[in-house]
């Protein structure tokens, strides 16, 4: 299984084999989908908390007396029905959301994710991304030339989560050049994951054969 490699100035420069390992995996559903809900609810700090009645200041002395003042009844101004009261069955920060994903199960998702992107198209392979320094009307010009190429247009129109831009080893001024297009995220292709995968429409996988290899050995 072949594709094609292009420069950042949107130029056809080579082939790469691409390893059935990583791109070629049959597509799971039920799993992509509980590791996605998984990490996603590693992400949940679970500080939202707010009192119930017993834990708010105050309320201590009855309202009125309970009968002759034609009034409904109360025992408390920090009852839930009343304002500035407790909160009936609030979210208390007592609750843990993680939840264990083995790495297994992880790079399986994040190879048929790889897998539905290239086969629908939006995987693309780089040769290199050079910066002498960083640029962002570079970066820019950059995405104008990758657009150019079919199936890639979208780069210079989508305004929210366009491209996640993979990098074989890390690059400062790559980094700092895209930092401030809101639609792009530059990530080492080491640290892959199927959330940020599916979250992006393209991926752009620079110097793809080294990249390659560090996917490869999240196999093992």
């Not at 080579?14 to 992509?32: H, P, Q, R, Y």
């Not at 002759?68 to 208390?92: D, E, L």
């Not at 780089?126 to 962002?136: G, H, I």
């Not at 994951?193 to 110097?207: E, F, G, M, Q, R």
Request: aromatic residues 8%; hydrophobic residues 35%.
């Amino acid at each position: 299984m072949k594709a094609d490699i292009y420069t950042q100035v949107g130029k056809k420069n080579g082939t790469i084999d691409l390893s059935e390992s990583v791109f070629g995996v049959k597509w799971n559903a039920d799993l992509v989908h509980q590791v996605v809900v998984s990490m996603q609810s590693n992400l949940r700090a679970g500080t939202a908390s707010v009192k119930d009645r017993s834990e708010v200041a105050g309320g201590g002395k009855k309202p009125w007396k309970q009968k002759g003042t034609g009034r409904a009844r109360h025992g408390s101004s920090r009852s839930p029905i009343w304002k500035g009261g407790g909160v009936t069955f609030g979210p208390q920060n007592n609750k843990d959301y993680t939840k264990k994903v083995n790495k297994k199960m992880s790079s399986k998702a994040l190879f048929a994710t790889l897998t539905r992107k290239f086969k629908d198209g939006e995987i693309l392979f780089l040769d290199n991304v050079n910066f002498e320094a960083p640029k962002t009307s570079e970066a820019k010009t950059i995405l104008a030339n990758l657009a150019k190429i079919d199936g890639f247009d979208a780069l210079t129109t989508k305004k929210h989560n366009t491209l996640l831009l993979a990098l074989a080893t890390p690059d400062t001024n790559t980094k700092k050049s895209f930092a401030n297009f809101g639609n792009v995220e530059v990530k080492e292709a080491r640290n892959l994951n199927p959330v940020d995968v599916l979250k992006y429409k393209y991926v752009a996988i620079v110097t793809p054969e080294e990249a390659q290899k560090q996917l490869e050995a999240r196999i093992k």
